[in-house]
Each structure stands twice: as C-alpha cells, then as structure tokens.
C-alpha cells in the first residue's frame, strides 16, 4: 500500500465516525491520466472531504488558512490534509496568481488529479457564486477533463462565530465530465473562457442545487464585512 493509501485508510475512518459522508457518482472519475475537480466551496473542510470521496489522490493549491492550527479541531483538520499529502501548499510572497496557475498546470500535466474551488472563496450564504475563469483556462491549455463536484453539508461544521463542531452528515457527488468542446483551443479568448466557466458552474449547481448568483463571492464577502 502506498503512503497515501495507507494515510487514507487511517483518516477516512475517523472523518466517516464523526461527519457521516454518502458519496455519489466517484465512478465518474477517469480511471488515469489527468483530471480537474471543480466544486462548490462551503467550508475549509471541503479539501479534506473530496480528497477523501476521490478514488485517486487529488492536488490542490491551498491557501495558508487551511493550516491554521488555533483549535483542536482546526489542527486536525490541517494535520488529516498532510497525511493524505494532497496538498501543495504555496507560501511564497508575492507571487503572482499566473504563477499559481502554472504551478497547476505542472500538476495537471504530469497526469495526476487536480482538485479546484472555482468560486474563489467560501460562499457567504450558502449560494453558489460566479466562478472565476482561471477554472477554463486551465482546462482548455491542458485539454483535462473537468469533473463536476458538489459538495454537501460542509458549511454546517463550523461556520464563522461557531466555536464547537456540528457532527452533521457529509455529501460529495461527481458529475460526468462537463463537455468543453466548443471551446477548444480558445483558452486564449476571455469569451470562451467565461462562457466554459459558467457551463462548468451549471453542471455543478445541477449536482447541488444551489441557487446561482452572477457575483463574485469574494466580492460580496467584502461588502458583508465593511456593513
């Protein structure tokens, strides 16, 4: 069994005692070769539970709060996602967001699964928001299919001002890759790129059912905040 393999049978017991997870659609999954996630973003727990429901190991690009390790459970959390070791984390000052997607791109490249929040940011209130169109780009350069993800109930865990945990159930479904054909080879036009990202965002609304906003979450967050 490889590290991975055997991290996953340690973590994934204890995460299924404590959030329960029905996971449907994983067969949706290519087998091999390179894959694009894309899914909803509720909760920072949301790596940790489509690493888990994923077949394959998936890659991300973290932000640093996901290893923030000011509570208990915050620090399991970050210490489950270095088990599975599906995490690369970017702490470099300065660089650019060209530079992170390269980076993704390198990892898409090399066959391996990469899993993306295209929202950018955690939803506010539970919508799902305008997704940004680094998702197309990185699609329509690479050619990877793009798997649609919805991810349940992660944003009753802890959501902001919460202090204890809820131990609610889990849901993490994958939807059939998302046809991008009409796109092809016009990953350098910002018109097939947002018209891409918005096919990619209703596939994903359609697993969820969430209600789409033409907005930017982290838009919206910041105008919450100044309030």
Not at 107 to 126: H, L, N, Q, Y
Request: aromatic share 6%.
């Amino acid at each position: 069994m490889s590290p991975y393999g055997a991290a996953k049978a340690v973590v994934a017991p204890v995460t299924r005692v404590m959030w329960p997870q029905k996971v449907e659609g994983a067969h949706l999954v290519p087998e091999d070769g390179p894959v694009i996630l894309a899914a909803n973003h509720l909760s920072n727990f949301d790596p940790l539970f489509l690493g888990l429901a994923c077949p394959r190991q998936v890659r991300f690009i973290a932000k640093k709060e996901l290893f923030d390790e000011s509570t208990f459970l915050r620090r399991l959390l970050s210490r489950a996602l270095r088990a599975l070791g599906p995490v690369s984390v970017d702490r470099r000052p300065g660089q650019s967001s060209q530079e992170a997607m390269n980076n993704s791109v390198e990892v898409i490249k090399g066959g391996e699964v990469f899993g993306i929040f295209p929202e950018g940011s955690r939803s506010p209130d539970g919508r799902l928001y305008k997704g940004q169109t680094g998702l197309a780009w990185l699609a329509l350069s690479t050619g990877a299919p793009v798997v649609p993800v919805a991810l349940t109930g992660t944003g009753h865990i802890l959501p902001p001002g919460r202090r204890l945990p809820s131990f609610n159930r889990v849901g993490v479904r994958f939807g059939a890759p998302v046809d991008l054909s009409p796109w092809e080879g016009q990953a350098d036009r910002a018109k097939a790129r947002r018209e891409s990202t918005d096919a990619i965002m209703g596939a994903i609304a359609k697993l969820s059912g969430q209600e789409r906003i033409s907005r930017y979450a982290a838009s919206v967050k910041a105008e919450l905040e100044q309030q």
